[in-house]
């Protein structure tokens, strides 16, 4: 765990530990983190009688599932608290990203007020629909997936910064990664590489790390079946929605990575390491002002290229981009290449500042 080293226990931590979340997903890659991290704040506990932080572990439930699914995601959670039961657990529904208020008192709050909902919803509408309508307008399978993903992170990041945590905790596998990386790339999203990959500060205003980024899928695998007792009673692994014998019109961009890099890994797996250590090598971009944000990803959008407008291949004038980022910023309709992409071009399906 050479990522978590700054969260060793130190000498003020005894009063007031700083507080971390863990996103859970119920797959290996989680579970095993949860674990890592348990082992080393049982470590900690037994040297020192302290702890160098708290964790909070928190799942999403990203879309609507039936009844019987919802009690083994439960069942799930539970043997999760009575093998590990020093922390805290959450469970919610990614509908509840309507219930966090436009400021979390922080530079980025103006990006974080935007949410994809159908424009002609109304505050009557429960989270749960204006969530089902939205996804169902978008014009993809891919888009969906893109936008289902964004909000996850804007609920998650939300969640933790009501929960006083100072970093989320991501579980991501290099292999995970290495097909997040060329995914983000393919939606138009490239730019933001460095933020969802990387440790340190996001643009969300709240530092990511990545304990997991240096171990391949198949290695996490073998790994689970090698403690005592082995996790596998404490994993649950998400059928995929998707076989090779779906249309290609309904497969998605994050589908396709996820299926190439699953066969690179078994017989390539520098292939993959190397995906993953290039992309760190690529330093965030500078914007000149932390306005310049995406309404919907929240990440920075660099001065005249937003929007379909501003990287569709458009030869423009400087003088013409600048005017149309600034007419942008007045209107707080600011949106990057890979979100113009996902809503299909127009920003009407951008949210107002009404909740339900």
């Known amino acids: 765990m050479k990522r978590m080293d700054g969260y060793k226990v130190r000498s003020h931590t005894n009063e007031n530990p700083r507080r971390v979340l863990l996103l859970l997903s119920l797959g290996v890659s989680s579970v095993t983190l949860l674990y890592l991290l348990d082992q080393q704040l049982r470590i900690q506990k037994e040297r020192t009688s302290q702890v160098g932080y708290e ?42 990203v309507y219930h966090y208020p436009p400021s979390m008192g922080d530079d980025y709050s103006s990006a974080t007020t935007a949410l994809v909902q159908p424009s002609d919803s109304s505050t009557s509408s429960s989270p749960q629909e204006c969530l089902r309508v939205s996804l ?27 929960a006083g945590c100072e970093s989320i905790i991501w579980g991501d ?16 999203r490239g730019f933001s590489v460095p933020w969802q990959t990387a440790d340190g500060l996001s643009p969300h205003g709240i530092n990511f790390i990545f304990p997991m980024r240096d171990m391949l899928r198949k290695e996490i695998i073998l790994y689970s079946t090698l403690t005592s007792p082995p996790l596998g009673e404490l ?25 190439y890099f699953e066969s690179v890994e078994l017989n390539y797996p520098s292939i993959v390491a190397n995906v993953v250590r290039t992309s760190g090598k690529l ?9 310049f944000l995406c309404r919907i990803c929240s990440f920075p959008v660099a001065n005249g290229t937003q929007g379909l407008h501003g990287w569709g291949g458009n030869q423009e004038n400087i003088t013409e981009a600048s005017n149309a980022m600034s007419t942008a910023i007045a209107e707080s309709e600011i ?4 979100c113009s992409r996902s809503v299909g071009g127009p920003t009407s399906l951008l949210v107002s500042d009404k909740r339900p």
């Open 55 to 96: 964790l909070h572990v928190l799942y999403v439930q990203e879309a609507e599932c039936v009844a019987s699914a919802k009690e083994d995601v439960l069942k799930s959670i539970d043997l999760l608290k009575t093998r590990f039961p020093l922390h805290k657990y959450t469970a919610i529904s990614l509908d509840e």
């Open 136 to 162: 169902a307008l978008l014009p993809s399978p891919s888009a969906r997936t893109d936008m289902i993903h964004i909000l996850r992170t804007r609920l998650v990041v939300g969640f933790a910064k009501n």
């Open 173 to 188: 596998s290099t292999t995970r990664l290495a097909e997040r990386i060329l995914a983000e790339t393919a939606k138009g």
């Open 235 to 259: 994993i649950m692994e998400i059928p995929r929605s998707q076989s090779s014998s779906v249309s290609s019109k309904d497969v998605t961009i994050d589908h396709l990575m996820s299926q």
């Open 283 to 291: 330093k965030p971009a500078v914007t000149s002002s932390p306005s």
């Open 335 to 338: 949106i990057c290449y890979g």
